[in-house]
Structure formats: C-alpha cells, structure tokens
C-alpha cells in the first residue's frame, strides 16, 4: 500500500505535528547532548517543511531510565544545526502548549515537552486503541497534518506513532521514507548475489533476520560472527569454551542453537560460520582452529584465516547488510574482524548498515559515507529485515486509505 509523502500534502502555512527520534546518548550531569547524529539526519525534513508551523514530537529515552529527562536541550542543538530559533515549551498538550503553537507564524519551529512524560506513549496498544488516548485527541486538536520521520520508533506501537495517522491526514519524513525504500529494496530487487552478515550479541533477532532471507531466498549467503557464530559452532557440536557458552546461557540463547541447527541443516554452505577464531588468553590475543578451542578462554573475535576468507566472499557480492560486531571491537586486540569485514563490505555496489553499534563503528572510522545507507533504527531495522510490517509504517498506509 501506499504511504502519502510530505510533498503531497499542501503543508505551506499549515500546523505540521513532525514525529522525530531525537532520542541521544545524554551526560545526565549537564544534561549535555553526546551524539547527534540523529538530529542531523533529521534536518532535510525540517528544512522540507520551511513554509509550515512545525510543532516537533519527539521522546528521550523512557522511564526510570538516569537519562530520562526533559528536552529543552535538544530544543537548544536543533536550534544550533538548523541555524533557525527553535523554541521550547515544558507542555505536551497543556494550555502552555496549546498558547505556544497558536503563536507560531510560518516558517517557525516548535518543541513540545518529552511527550514519554505522558504515562499513555508509554504504552503498547494497537492503533485503534491507541487513537483514542488522551494524548493523541489532545494533540491532534493542535495540528493540521501529522508527519512521521521517527524511523527509530517506527517498531513500536505507542500513541503518537500508531494512533496519530488514524486520526489525521499523515504523510512520511524524507528519514522515514528513504529508509522504508532502501529496506524494501533489500527484502525485494537487491543487485545479486546478496550476502547478510549477522553479528554482536542480539542473537534471536539475527536468527529472525536469517530464516526469513534464507526461505524466501532473499540472501544468496549468511555470514555468522560475533556471538550469533558461536550459537552455530554449538549447533555444530564444537566445544567453544566455557566463559563464551556462559556468555551464551547468560544472555538466554540456549534455544537458539536448535534454529541454528534447522539452518544448517535445511541451508547447508549457503550458512557461513567461520572455522578460525581468536581467544583472550591472559591478556593476549591468540589465533586458534574453531576445534581447538582453550575451556578457559573467551573467544573475541574472528581468526585471520576467517577474516581473509569472508573479506574474499564480501568482495564479490553486489549486496551486503551487515549488523552486528564480529567481537570484542571495543578492545583494540579484538577489533580487527570487525573492522576489516567493514572495510570489505562497504566496497560493494549496494551496501546497508542496520544501525546500532555498526553505525558507530563505521562512522569512528571514516567510512560512513562508503555505504549506501547506515539505518537510524537499530531495532527498527531488524524488524524490516524479519519480513515484519512495522507498526508506524502500518498506520501511515491505513493513514493514506482514511485520508485520500
């Protein structure tokens, strides 16, 4: 289905409600902002928008979270990247908000209070209980069209996401739509061959993300690194040692390994797992055979030979997403799987990072603009990739059939 764009729908001089993900790393001493890549990836919808009242939605973190806080210094670095006063208003949908929004004039820009501060956007509720809120009636009295460009929250089906579209002509930010369309291209006509490489430590959602692409034979070939690996080095019955099968129970992936296993069996070497890693004995870094693990040493990253061997396969695809570590990046010793397989991967022709620390890394090391696209949404990336609707994207195109 369809999902409006901003440029279709007559904002100029109109009350836009403009959902961001402005949620950043914060120093909760000085409330100082540490990271904001997220507000720059935000400014071509704002500047989109430069004819139209624009009434900023956005959250930081959640509650009882130390960086749960109020937004007036994201007000403040917005003001700083757009070169245009943003105002701030300590008021979600109170008369304090309501009186700020009437008095902007075309061209201004608005931040609402952290609109988690409001017990109902912390809920999870389906659309049509979530439009009914208080807080979605309350906030749509205040705007003529609602415009979405959290990419970041677009997995989750809270009120201002899910409810808001159901209750006014809605549209996508240019974030939203170019990572919807990037992701969708992935799923649907990526150059071939296509090669997934699914690492760090979030292993039931790689596991999500390689059925999916495997059954539906989206991925030509599944890299495995990280601690996703080590799950199929167990499924394949090799003794990984005890502080990394520890690691493993700790984490809650026992189960894993039994999709492991189906995938290995149903996929065969269409499943890449590498066959030589490196472990952390003392403090030094050594090279070792995935059959001749040490009990007593953690494994922390690939081992060279595998290293050359996935660099090679990358190489050659024409497509590469890639999420996740391949270890222990943050120790220099232990970095080198991750940042060569990066290096590879953003060589090819059509090249994803599904965001979270792999967007982090590349963009430490300079290499961020070698890749297609970097995704601002971890989590809500992955979702994309299991094959899931995500329910923001699901409410603007019920959005797009209310509202024609």
């Known amino acids: 289905m369809a999902i409006h764009r901003i440029d279709e729908i007559g904002f100029r001089g109109k009350t836009i409600l403009l959902r961001l993900d402005l949620n950043s790393p914060i120093d909760p001493a000085s409330n100082q902002i540490l990271d904001d890549k997220r507000f720059r990836e935000h400014i071509p919808t704002i ?14 973190s959640r509650p009882g979270k130390k960086d749960f806080t109020t937004l007036e210094a994201h007000a403040e670095k917005m003001q700083q ?69 959290a990419f970041g929250t677009a997995h989750r089906s809270q009120p201002s996401v899910v409810g808001l579209p159901l209750v006014m002509k809605s549209a996508s930010g240019l974030l939203m739509g170019r990572e919807v ?39 030509d070939e599944v890299m495995a690194i990280g601690v996703v690996a080590n799950v199929f080095l167990l499924a394949q019955g090799k003794a990984i040692g005890t502080p990394s099968r520890q690691l493993i129970q700790q984490l809650g992936y026992e189960n894993e390994m039994n999709r492991a296993r189906d995938l290995i069996s149903e996929f065969g070497e269409r499943v890449l797992i590498p066959d030589h890693v490196a472990i952390k004995r003392g403090n030094e ?44 990046f943050e120790e220099k010793d232990f970095a080198t799987g991750t940042y060569e397989l990066l290096k590879a991967a953003s060589r090819s022709e059509f090249s994803v990072i599904g965001g979270g620390h792999t967007a982090a890394v590349v963009e430490k090391m300079g290499i961020d603009r070698d890749f297609t696209h970097i995704s601002t949404g971890g989590g809500a990336c992955i979702e994309f990739l299991t094959g899931k609707k995500l329910p923001a994207v699901d409410a603007l195109e019920r959005s797009a059939e209310l509202f024609p």
Do not use: W
């Not at 500047?47 to 930081?60: F, N």
């Not at 208003?89 to 009186?99: K, N, W």
């Open 81 to 149: 990247l757009i070169k245009r006063e943003v105002r701030y208003v300590d008021d979600i949908f109170g008369s304090g908000a309501r009186d700020a929004v009437k008095g902007l004039k075309p061209g201004e820009v608005l931040m609402l209070e952290n609109v988690r501060f409001n017990a109902e956007e912390n809920l999870t509720l389906k659309p049509d209980e979530a439009k009914k809120t208080h807080l979605v009636r309350k906030i749509a009295q205040m705007g003529d069209f609602f415009v979405n460009d």
């Open 47 to 60: 500047d989109a928008l430069d004819h139209a009242r624009v009434v900023i939605v956005t959250h930081q």
């Open 181 to 219: 369309s990037i992701l969708s291209k992935v799923l649907i006509d990526a150059p071939r061959p296509v090669t997934f490489v699914l690492g760090g430590t979030k292993v039931d959602d790689s596991m999500d993300v390689a059925e999916n692409v495997l059954k539906k034979g989206i991925a």
């Open 285 to 328: 870094r050594e090279e070792c055979h995935v059959d001749a693990i040490p009990e007593d040493c953690p494994v922390l990253d690939l081992g060279l030979d595998s290293v050359t061997e996935f660099g090679s396969r990358l190489r050659k695809a024409r497509t590469v997403v890639f999420n996740g570590p391949a270890g222990v």
